[in-house]
């Protein structure tokens, strides 16, 4: 059974004065053909201006911030911009500047759902978000757990919402197309000055922020829809064990002799209940005892949230700011819960007998299953969860970059808004909260995975290279073992309180109309017979992607973190000078090459 796992033995100044003044006029003139529909009220006269939120101005006398990156466009490409010229991913206005989904959808004869993802157009214009002023706050629930007015209310939600015509911006069909339009190639970033390059809400530190508004007004449009002020969504609680396999309120094709709203057709049917979700998937089912999947989810939560969600850009995910091409984005990091669980969850869930793997397997379709909102739910959760550890690392950015990131939406009112990513931090003033079923100390929390027995341990791991030996980049098509060189051995519990140690795995560049994933052992030096499994201290985590492409094959770059300071303490190798890095290839790894294996500090807030 254990070898089913597959185991592994600027300023202005510097710029020319002359030469910079002319392209900067010229550029800009070019590019005030569009109409940005960003500003909270606009005439006539205005149809033809940029006009910008506070929040996005270089602090500089009648210099518009926006103006000067598009005036630098034609100096500047998105890889060289000067860092103090950097601003804040900035969604246009959604029903204007819109085109159908074109990426991540590979194979768009055979899609199940539509790629035109754009909102209908009620002709208004975008007003700034008011917090919410009633008292009341929507507590959601474990929806494995709910009582029978919770899901007996969120049926009849779902089913008001679906309905409603596809045209009317509360549809069950207008609410799946959001996740298409921002997560598929629906909208640019012209409102930063980049018309051509598409904005993508996953793989950075935009990824948490944008679920939390998105669920934050589709709980609000479906509590409108039935007149109940006090409505809130289910989470899917799969890091409690109760909670793991898909609730049961989702399964059924019918409730007492009426559709159910909350069923998909699209799922796969090898994953029903009383199947419990790995969170760990891999596209393969591991086929192991149920108790020891749960073990090994609750190992995968602790790991999402605490060893591998040591800091704030190895929990949001890497920084991702205008200019920034969403495919071909350097080094940037995908965040240690949506690599994670997050992604394994939608995997897990979705058809693999459609062509896209919809509705769940794909971010394009996703939407369109009810339990995509309550899977996210719990994603939501994990955010408040790991800030309310109080470890140090854990807490937001604080960049004006990610603060001031905005995106649109249709709120509860059908009124267009927009929202900031600052505005979403404290779920107190959003008025919403989670309740918890248990009073004990959540399972995840006692899940570190057990230090390894040195009597299961040989001295020597063989005749493996160095990083310097190797010749970058390498490809993954097979297993790589290499040592990497520490910065420190042996730290104090000071030092370790200071700086987290970790892997940093960058230059990640794969066919991104694959599923890929790989996982990634630290120190494996277990003796011959012993499996070394996910539930195990030397599994430092997996790296895994969503297919981002289009009609053609692109090679897309990422990059993944691993905390160490705790692997090193339960493998009994913190003395060691060199790590031993084992990569495994499980799936769409043919091509995927890697550009840099380093180890390094990273300082705690």
Known sequence: ??????????????????????????????????????????????????????????????VDRRNLLVGL???????????????????????SICKDANSGIGDIVGAVRTRKCCPPSLG?????????????????????????????????????????????????????????????????????????????????????????????????????????????????????????????????????????????????????????????FDGKDKNIPDQQQRACNLATVYRDLVRNGGDTLSFFGGEYVAGDKPVANGAKSVGSVEAGSHTAVHRWVGDTTQPNNEDMGNFYSAGYDPVFYCHHANVDRTWKLWKDLGLPGHVEPTSPDWLNASYVFYDENQELVRVYNKDCVDIGKLK????????????????????RSTTDQVVSTGDVPTVDQLKFPVSLENILKVRVKRPAVNRSKEDKATANEILLVNGIKFDSDKFVKFD????????????????????????????HNDMKKMSMSSAG?????????????????????????????????????????????
């Open 561 to 605: 973190r691993f905390g160490l300071t705790e692997l090193l303490e339960d493998t009994n190798t913190e003395g060691e000078e060199y790590a031993t890095v084992t990569l495994v290839p499980r799936v769409g790894c043919e091509d995927l090459t890697i550009d840099e294996i380093s180890i390094k500090l990273i300082p705690l807030a």
């Open 124 to 280: 208004k214009t975008i007003k700034p978000f008011v917090f919410p002023t009633e008292t009341t706050v929507r507590k959601r629930w474990p929806a494995h757990a709910g009582t029978k007015k919770q899901v007996d209310d969120y049926r009849r939600a779902i089913q008001a919402m679906r309905d409603l015509p596809d045209d009317h911006p509360h549809s069950f069909v207008s609410q799946a197309k959001i996740h298409c339009a921002y997560c598929n190639g629906g909208y640019t970033q012209v409102d930063s000055g980049f018309p051509e390059i598409d904005i993508q809400i996953h793989n950075s530190w935009l990824f948490f922020p944008f679920h939390r508004w998105y669920l934050y007004f589709y709980e609000r449009i479906l509590g409108k829809l039935i007149n109940e002020p006090s409505f809130a969504l289910p989470f899917w609680k799969w890091d409690d064990p109760a909670g793991m396999p898909i609730p049961e309120m989702f399964v059924a094709e019918t409730v007492d002799g009426q559709p159910n709203s909350l069923y998909d057709v699209y799922r796969d049917s090898r994953h029903l209940p009383p199947a419990v979700v790995d969170l760990d």
């Open 1 to 62: 059974m254990m070898s089913s796992l597959l185991p592994i033995s600027t300023t202005l100044s510097a710029f020319p004065s002359t030469t910079t003044q002319r392209a900067f006029k010229a550029r800009t003139n070019q590019t005030q053909g569009f109409r940005v529909s960003c500003n909270n009220a606009q005439d006539e006269q205005n149809d033809n201006k940029i006009i910008l939120p506070e929040s996005q101005k270089l602090v500089l006398p009648n």
């Open 432 to 451: 919403y909260t989670f309740l918890e079923n248990s009073k004990e100390v959540f399972p995840w929390r006692k899940s570190r995975p057990a230090k």
């Open 520 to 547: 990634v052992f630290v120190n494996d030096k277990v003796k011959d017979g012993v499996f070394t499994t996910p539930c195990d201290p030397e599994y430092a985590g997996g790296f895994a992607q969503i297919p």
């Open 73 to 95: 466009g034609g100096l500047y490409t998105a890889a060289n911009l000067p860092a103090a010229l950097a601003a804040p991913i900035t969604s246009p206005d959604i029903t």
